[in-house]
């Protein structure tokens, strides 16, 4: 699980050996964004409270350069909406219209993590409010605006 200071691999008391789930979004979904990150999800998708999960992108943005620690932390930012989402991304889309991110101090490491919880009115418009992290903690905030619709059945 996910403990104060965003640990891989520990549980909330910092005790070690419980590494975060990947989900395989590769055999559900045709090749996009989110398989160019490897997904280490820390809580069950769809609970009541936030989701948590430690990402780390596994493509460059540009061929043959490393990316920063900031291109690495924006790189994965847009996904706070769907860790947080309460909605089933098979039945439902939740296209972010806006996204808003503050940093404080660059992340260190390989990991981003992402802890949010996204919130729906009865009109199709939700909110995400969320905290970015490394292994020593908080390193920002993100919101984002989220337009919902049913995903058209197949």
Not at 105 to 117: H, L
Request: charged share 25%; with cysteine.
């Amino acid at each position: 699980m996910f403990n104060s200071v965003g640990r891989l691999g520990h549980d909330r008391d910092g005790n070690g050996g419980m590494e975060g789930r990947s989900r395989n979004l590769e055999k559900d979904w045709d090749r996009n964004y989110v398989h160019s990150l490897d997904w280490r999800w820390l809580t069950k998708p769809l609970n009541d409270g936030p989701g948590e999960s430690w990402i780390k992108p596994t493509a460059n943005l540009v061929n043959g350069e490393t990316m920063t620690q900031l291109e690495r932390l924006f790189s994965v930012a847009d996904c706070a909406n769907g860790i947080g989402s309460k909605l089933d991304i098979g039945k439902w889309t939740f296209l972010n219209n806006d996204l808003v991110v503050h940093v404080h101090r660059i992340p260190d490491g390989e990991w981003i993590g992402i802890r949010a919880e996204t919130n729906y009115g009865p009109d199709g418009i939700g909110t995400t409010v969320g905290t970015l992290f490394d292994e020593t903690g908080a390193v920002g905030s993100i919101q984002q605006s989220v337009l919902v619709r049913r995903r058209p059945r197949s």
